[in-house]
């Protein structure tokens, strides 16, 4: 199960989220469970193997609410100038044509899951239903998979879906703001352990103890 908690807790950290349910999260007792389901995710490495010691000690001491509240305003807002929206179709357009360093919104991928969203019968969040490619929802739809069983439909998604975070992740790098870290060290986590196929073979165990 802490693979879907990997997931599930990583995906609320890239959207604005009530304070009641950031603070919940960022209990001492809920965020050190977190923690370790990350060492699970990435063993027989260490965290300090994947991450910087500054990533690690960001991701030991998540941002206060205030913090994450204001990085959202100031970062996953698109059109600004220190925009880094954690969107899929704007690093999949932007890769396709980099002469024009620009993405763009509703691409395929955007299609894609909106379609699998409409097809399991569930809804977007209204706060990002506008970008149904977002991270937060993409690794949210990656632990509802697990939750429910659905081994080779969790896998394929995996596989599909998140190469376009180390485009992300360079993003993240240009910014100049000191709760970056935090941000790019969940993002290096989820690179690592996926690269390496890790986290799918604990995928496989989670969807067959999820049956």
Known sequence: MGTVSVFSIA???FA???KDEYDEMCAPAVWGAFIDDLCDAVAPRSLYEVLSEREVAALKNPPSYEEHDAFCRRHFTG????SAVPVES????????PEDGKGSYRSDSA????????????????????YPDHLALELDMLAVLLRSGCADEARSFLSERFDWLVDYRQQLLRLEDSQA?????????LIGAMADGELQDADRTACEGAR
Do not use: N
Not at 79 to 82: D, F, M, T
Not at 181 to 189: M, N, S, W
């Open 181 to 189: 870290a935090f941000y790019i060290a969940l993002v290096d986590v």
């Open 111 to 130: 299609l894609y899951m909106e379609d699998l969203v409409r097809r399991l019968g569930l809804s977007l969040p209204p706060e990002i239903a506008a």
């Open 79 to 82: 059109g600004l100038a220190a």
């Open 90 to 97: 704007i690093y999949r357009t932007r890769r396709e044509s």
């Open 11 to 13: 995906s609320k950290c």
């Open 16 to 18: 604005p989220l009530p």
